[in-house]
């Protein structure tokens, strides 16, 4: 499982109410299921992650985030999740609006194309950065808004957005000790645990 699925896992309480935008294979779904004991709804476009997903046992709405909310109710869900799925949505202000009226709280998890690696390889290639961390071209890339760290952050601060906690993560299981300094230039991953 992806380090930023397994962090975000002490802020959603066990049997609390979750709907995982973008939610894949429905891995981490089933995992809240089985560890947090929670209530959970997963939305996905993709038709081979939604049936991976059903297959589990799990609830399953095909839907695109881009598209809106508009058929959950306020306040429906405790927590809503997007991990790793910001960057590839049209409208990641309006997607985010629409996470936290449905949500009490939502859970953020983005690739930092500020990362150092990523600034080098352009810097020095000149090209857009592909690495095992981001390993499609730009020609076929499912990412369509390339975010940083701050760049997040000044979209909250803009939309009124309060940041109850950032967490990051690197490429390996170390804890990145200058990514919690400057998670701009250091963390692959953001992490964030919103809410209004």
């Not at 947090?36 to 059903?54: F, H, P, S, W």
Request: aromatic share 8%.
């Amino acid at each position: 499982m992806r380090l930023d699925l397994t962090h975000i896992q002490r802020w959603i309480a066990p049997g609390s109410r979750v709907l995982d935008l973008g939610c894949g294979n429905g891995e981490f779904l089933e995992l809240l299921r089985e560890q947090r004991q929670v209530r959970g709804t997963g939305l996905e476009i993709d038709g081979d992650m939604i049936t991976a997903a059903i297959s589990r046992g799990l609830n399953i709405i095909e839907q695109n985030m881009d598209q809106g909310l508009a058929n959950f109710p306020d306040q429906s869900f405790d927590t809503v999740v997007m991990a790793h799925a910001l960057q590839a949505v049209h409208f990641p202000d309006k997607v985010l609006d629409e996470m936290l009226r449905i949500g009490r709280q939502g859970i953020v998890t983005f690739p930092n194309f500020g990362h150092w690696r990523c600034r080098l390889y352009l810097g020095i290639r000149g090209r857009m950065p592909v690495s095992r961390f981001m390993p499609h071209m730009w020609y076929d890339t499912p990412n369509i808004h390339f975010c940083t760290v701050k760049d997040f952050e000044a979209l909250c601060a803009l939309k009124g957005i309060r940041i109850l906690a950032r967490d990051v993560v690197g490429n390996t299981e170390r804890t990145p000790v200058l990514a919690g300094t400057w998670p701009n230039l250091f963390a692959t991953t953001a992490i964030y645990h919103i809410s209004r």
